[in-house]
């Protein structure tokens, strides 16, 4: 079993990071280890400092680097572009990324082909985990 999951998503109010921290609380439950930004790499802080960008940005390609998988909330009227740039960097890794969304608006479809064209995208926590045991890398 895949061991380390990063979670990525918009966490830009509470709303969503409650939503990651569920999703990341369930995986934790699973038995992975996970990776969430804001709650593990402060990723709220002051992005005026220059020091404090670069320390997020090294932190959050470690991370990436580190990790077996990426699971990533795809609400929203046009999906997070962090969460994007974190899909598209793992799929050029060669790592498996997994989506959640219940969004009733048009999933993006280079988002949706970069989640096994559309097959790794879960609508709710359950069968995200499903999704996840089933297809993640040994």
């Known amino acids: 079993m895949a061991k380390n999951v990063y979670v990525a998503g918009p966490l830009f109010n509470s709303l969503e990071r409650g939503y990651l921290e569920q999703i990341t609380a369930a995986l934790e439950q699973a038995g992975y280890d996970t990776f969430l930004p804001h709650r593990d790499a402060g990723i709220l802080g002051d992005l005026s400092d220059i020091r404090e960008r670069r320390r997020i940005y090294h932190g959050d390609l470690a ?11 795809l609400t929203g009227a046009d999906h997070d572009s962090g969460t994007c740039g974190e899909l598209g960097y793992m799929v050029a890794k060669g790592k498996p990324c997994f989506g959640i969304t219940d969004d009733v ?31 993640a890398p040994a």
């Open 105 to 135: 608006r048009r999933l993006n479809n280079l988002i949706w082909g970069l989640c096994h064209e559309g097959e790794w995208i879960a609508s709710d926590i359950p069968a995200l985990l499903a999704l996840v045991q089933q297809h």
């Open 63 to 73: 991370a990436l680097d580190a990790s077996d998988l990426l699971v990533a909330l």
